[in-house]
């Protein structure tokens, strides 16, 4: 596809890395010239220096030929403007980030400005946080199979029976064990969950498995019984209120919430928007406070500050405090190699989630869903197959799969309508409207993406 990217801030480089290591011809517009430089020296795309609010620069672009167009600037009313000219000079589709609730929820509305669909990078980031709350342990989580299957990111614990464990022995010795382990993360290093591989307490795994089984799995990763009835957020930000109106809609899970915010104003207009959470004017660097207030007895605590350095001052000093479960948002990839080493909590990256989401109605292929999996470039896939697909009718032992995948599970429609998840074997055979969701590493990622797409006649 012919794609132009409008926006080469964070989100805007990630979305032109992948969608041209997946061989789409990649144009970027960008009117900071750092950015643009930073984009000429790294990646195989044309970059382009101007205003993309300007018909000008977009005829240089080329966007009237355009097969997508994807509007990821900072600013909303620049996306907008992008998607309306875009639109008006015949490109085919438009995705636009919009940080503005009431208009990204509005799909009417921002149909009439062009733009096919719509992603709140809020929105997606706080429903995943809220998702991780509402199960301790967990780092990560994504949704496959119309929200039926689920990829989570657990630590294994210490005392876990997992602990030791050979995954062919996991069977044996726990016959109700659910779920697939698809991937181990180890010291750094990530690798295809195999037979011969052991388990070890803190080893980062990740699990495919029904919505409904998680509860099951947890006593296995996590026997220990844990409730998060006390949630702490410092940070009356967007992304922090967010996150606690999803928290107060689950007042049978969640018992007490707490805002911290150091700005006396926007701890004034928290209070007024929120309805039962405790918003308190303070800053959880000051020892005293965090006493007064019994903040170091959370559950669970998240620091949703825009800044990467205070997110990581504050989690520190509140781990300190003794808080077991500890989330922060992290704006910048170069901060990430330095909560990984802190090894403090868990991290979550709303632009990367928003490269998640938005790369989930883009993927050619048949692709439903894709997932970025941690932070070394691994992926998470749903294809849904067709009987033009060279894999349709294919055993997947025949499919040549590289060795730095794994086919999960496979959801199947029968012709009654019911549908089935089950988890795929060399045996078994790939059908016509089959979802096959995989996970792949890095290097696998292109190999995959041929496989899926290649029509029949030319699966070797």
Not at 6 to 34: C, Q, R, Y
Not at 65 to 72: E, M, N, Q
Not at 396 to 415: K, V, W
Not at 416 to 431: M, S
């Amino acid at each position: 596809m012919r794609i132009v990217i409008v926006g080469a801030g964070v989100v805007g480089f990630h979305l032109a890395e992948k969608l041209s290591d997946d061989h789409h011809k990649i144009t970027i517009i960008d009117s900071n010239s750092e950015l643009i430089q930073r984009i000429d020296e790294r990646l195989n795309v044309q970059a382009i220096l101007g205003n993309a609010a300007s018909p000008r620069v977009l005829r240089k672009a080329k966007i009237g030929a355009a097969d997508l167009v994807i509007a990821v600037t900072d600013r909303d009313e620049t996306n907008i403007t992008v998607s309306l000219l875009a639109k008006h000079l015949g490109a085919n589709k438009i995705v636009v980030r919009l940080r503005n609730a009431e208009l990204s929820a509005d799909k009417d509305l921002m149909q009439l400005y062009g733009a096919e669909a719509t992603v709140n990078p809020v929105t997606v980031t706080a429903e995943k946080i809220q998702r991780l709350i509402h199960n301790p342990g967990s780092f990560d989580v994504s949704s496959f199979a119309d929200g039926k299957l689920d990829l989570w990111g657990y630590e294994i614990s210490k005392g876990s029976p997992l602990d030791g464990v050979i995954l062919k022995d996991l069977k044996k010795r726990f016959d109700k064990l659910p779920g697939l382990i698809v991937a181990i993360f180890r010291d750094g290093e990530q690798s295809i969950a195999r037979g011969d591989d052991d388990l070890r307490a803190e080893d980062h795994i990740y699990v495919l498995m029904p919505e409904e089984e998680l509860k099951n799995f947890r006593k296995f990763v996590h026997p220990e019984s844990e409730r998060v009835e006390k949630v702490v957020i410092a940070g009356a930000t967007r992304l922090g209120l967010e996150v606690a109106r999803r928290v107060e809609q689950n007042p049978q899970k969640v018992r007490s919430l707490i805002i911290v915010e150091k700005d006396r104003a926007r701890a004034e207009k928290a209070a007024e928007e929120l309805n039962k959470a405790l918003v308190l004017h303070g800053s959880v660097t000051d020892t005293s406070f965090v006493s007064e207030n019994e903040i170091a007895d959370a559950d669970y605590f998240l620091s949703l500050e825009s800044d990467d350095a205070e997110n990581l001052t504050n989690a520190m000093l509140i781990k300190k405090q003794g808080v077991r479960r500890v989330l922060v948002r992290s704006e910048n990839d170069q901060f990430l190699p330095v909560f990984q080493q802190t090894n403090f909590g868990e991290v979550v990256n709303p632009r990367r989630v928003t490269v998640s989401d938005i790369l989930r109605v883009i993927r050619r292929g048949g692709v439903v869903a894709v997932s970025q999996v941690g932070a070394l470039g691994a992926e998470a896939r749903e294809y849904e197959v067709t009987e033009s697909q060279a894999v349709c009718g294919k055993k997947i032992s025949d499919l040549n799969l590289p060795q730095d995948s794994i086919i999960g599970a496979i959801r199947r429609t029968d012709e009654n309508r019911d549908v089935e998840i089950f988890t795929a074997v060399g045996d078994t055979k790939i059908l016509a409207d089959d979802h096959v969701i995989i996970f792949a590493l890095p290097a696998a990622v292109s190999e995959i993406e041929k496989v899926f797409t290649r029509r029949r006649g030319f699966l070797r």
